[in-house]
């Protein structure tokens, strides 16, 4: 993976930085995350993807490390119920693969029992008096 910023398709909203599908900062990425996920679970899966773009940042751009590449981030976020795809197509043109992410994994509770609403206000307004983009950005 390169150093360059991580590439999704954001949703469009006047309230999310994401405009051109382009990640540039940590809130870009909790804006684009924070629809499905609580402030929790964008601090996993922020933590992930930062582990694997250093793991992967300085390989080559061969097919085996790219489907690598691939597997893990697909792996490791459903592991923290992320569901992801990733085109690492980019990569042989020197740019940041795409990482689209679809919402949470089947069978989370969040298709049975829906979003915890009460649990990401609560989140929200904790992160605003920490000065956080998401619950946790700081450390405890």
Request: hydrophobic share 35%; proline share 4%.
């Amino acid at each position: 993976m390169s150093d360059e910023p991580m590439k999704v398709d954001a949703p469009t909203s006047p309230d999310l930085a994401a405009n051109d599908g382009i990640l540039r900062t940590v809130k870009d990425f909790s804006n684009v995350l924070t629809t499905e996920l609580t402030d929790d679970e964008i601090g996993k899966a922020f933590a992930i993807v930062v582990d694997i773009q250093s793991k992967y940042a300085h390989r080559a751009n061969t097919v085996e490390n790219l489907e690598f590449l691939r597997d893990e981030v697909t792996t490791r976020l459903a592991e923290v119920g992320v569901l992801v795809s990733i085109d690492p197509t980019p990569c042989f043109y020197g740019e940041a693969p795409i990482v689209d992410f679809l919402g949470k994994v089947a069978g989370d509770a969040i298709h049975t029992h829906g979003f915890d609403h009460e649990k990401k206000e609560w989140e929200v307004r904790r992160a605003t008096e920490r000065g956080e983009d998401f619950l946790g950005q700081k450390g405890n």
